[in-house]
């Protein structure tokens, strides 16, 4: 109640983005997860082909986030989220109606696309539209993607009863809805002229050596993050012998965001510096992976349900303390970015950033998962999880770092000569309110 309350204090162009990213994630979890599963059981396909389908889908939308983000500053957000929102029902559409392998591989590329305009645009959108409340904004947008990342899998779980092709229809439907509520009701966004062509934009950008040092750091974010849905899962269920304890993991970051998000942002906004708390929240990220480390290697509990609960204990207690360090970090994050050039490259610089991001879940992954199978083979369950907090130790020493240099926004005062070399030529203005 509290939640739907704070949220009527914003205009309705916020209201609409935010019930939007709901609708998002709750179409895309309740979908994606299982589509391997689809491909791989349902329509026969070997293990590499599967990978080459869902391996299209991802480089479609990481690949491209840059483009959507120009694509949000040149056009208008309003256009490219309905777009973006337009292009996933096809997308989703193709994988219900279709089972051959073009098809299958156009629905990848379609609804990566999709992901690639409309992500950076609601963010460029919400950022330009919240003014001097883009905290509390990007704090609620927080809320409602969690609250739509545990719904779709619940949904997803529901529906595959029937079977896969009414989980993508019901996904499809979801992004249908959200294109017509955004064509109808979105107010469209002031569109500034350009001042450069799209090649001197992404110059510009990328010549932001400070911005480019902060995403670099935030590298840690993203891996840990992403431990949501590997690591943290599958130390639920290893802990316990039961596979639903996954679903414990979502249950307590949606109940803990309902309740504690808007709370810790309004908190911490009056007090101290935003690069001060984005890194306590990665050191808070990075230590929620201590206590599973604790539990790891200990086999199948041997003493009931008591035993099972006592050891997805630690488990749940990492858990609630990425969610809680993600939920410090995070607004301040989304909020500080456009702060970093033009207002006019916000869909610029937030495309730029997803790039960094996609490229640092994929490689963490990567490392995480080459961890857990080491670990397994070497009775070493531990390694993972030491990984996990070796990012995050790193991320949150790299943004103090940038702090203790004045060279991010907000760091008024003027930096030593050690941070020359790190101070982007490109001028730095706040953002339109």
């Known amino acids: 109640m509290r939640t739907w309350q704070e949220m009527r ?22 979908l994606i997860p299982y589509l391997a599963v689809h491909l791989g059981e349902d329509l026969g396909m070997s293990a590499a082909v599967v990978g080459i389908v869902l391996g299209v889908r991802n480089l479609s939308q990481q690949g491209l986030f840059l483009i959507g983000g120009s694509a949000a500053d040149r056009l208008g957000a309003r256009g490219v989220i309905i777009a973006g929102c337009a292009l996933r029902t096809v997308g989703f559409g193709l994988f219900a109606l279709g089972d051959g392998l073009p098809v299958l591989l156009a629905a990848s ?3 990566g696309l999709a992901g690639a305009l409309f992500n950076p645009a609601v963010r460029a959108y919400l950022a330009q539209e919240a003014g001097a409340d883009k905290a509390e904004a990007f704090a609620l947008f927080n809320v409602f993607a969690t609250t739509g990342a545990l719904i ?11 079977d896969f092709r009414a989980s ?26 350009a001042r450069n062509s799209v090649l001197g934009d992404w110059r510009e950008v990328l010549g932001n050596r400070v911005f480019l040092a902060f995403a670099l750091a935030m590298v840690g974010m993203f891996t840990m993050e992403n431990q949501l849905y590997l690591l943290l899962p599958d130390g639920a269920r290893r802990a316990t012998g039961w596979d639903g304890a996954a679903g414990l ?24 510096n935003r690069a001060r708390w984005i890194s306590a929240g990665l050191a808070l990220m990075a230590l929620s992976f201590i206590p599973p480390m604790a539990v790891a290697g ?11 609960a006592l050891r997805a204990l630690p488990v749940l207690a990492g858990a609630l303390l990425l969610y809680l360090g993600v939920m410090v970090a995070q607004p301040f994050v989304m909020e500080l970015i456009p702060a970093f050039g033009r207002a006019e490259l916000t869909g ?7 790039v960094v991001s996609g490229i640092a879940a994929a490689a963490g992954n990567t490392v995480v998962g080459w961890a857990m199978d080491t670990g397994e083979h070497t009775r070493t369950q531990w390694l993972p999880w030491a990984c996990c907090l070796a990012f995050g130790l790193v991320s949150a020493a790299g943004v103090a770092w940038l702090h203790r240099l004045r060279g991010l926004p907000g760091d008024t005062t003027k930096a030593p000569a050690t941070a020359a070399p790190l101070v982007t030529e490109a001028p730095k203005t706040t953002e339109k309110a």
């Not at 979502?250 to 504690?260: C, D, H, K, Q, R």
């Open 168 to 193: 993508a229809l019901t996904a499809a439907g979801i992004f249908a809805l959200l294109t017509v509520a955004q064509a109808v009701v979105l107010p469209a966004s002031e569109v500034a002229p």
């Open 249 to 272: 993991v979502f249950l307590i970051g949606t109940v803990a965001n309902l309740t504690l998000q808007l709370r810790i942002t309004r908190a911490l906004k009056e007090r101290g």
């Open 298 to 308: 200990l086999g199948t509990p041997a003493g009931g349900p008591g035993d099972a």
């Open 152 to 162: 779709g899998p619940l949904l997803g779980s529901a529906l595959l009863l029937v």
């Open 348 to 354: 610029t610089y937030f495309g730029l950033f997803y």
């Open 109 to 111: 590329v379609l609804s």
């Open 9 to 30: 204090r914003f205009p309705l162009a916020i209201r609409l983005l935010l019930i939007n990213q709901l609708g998002v994630n709750t179409g895309f979890y309740l």
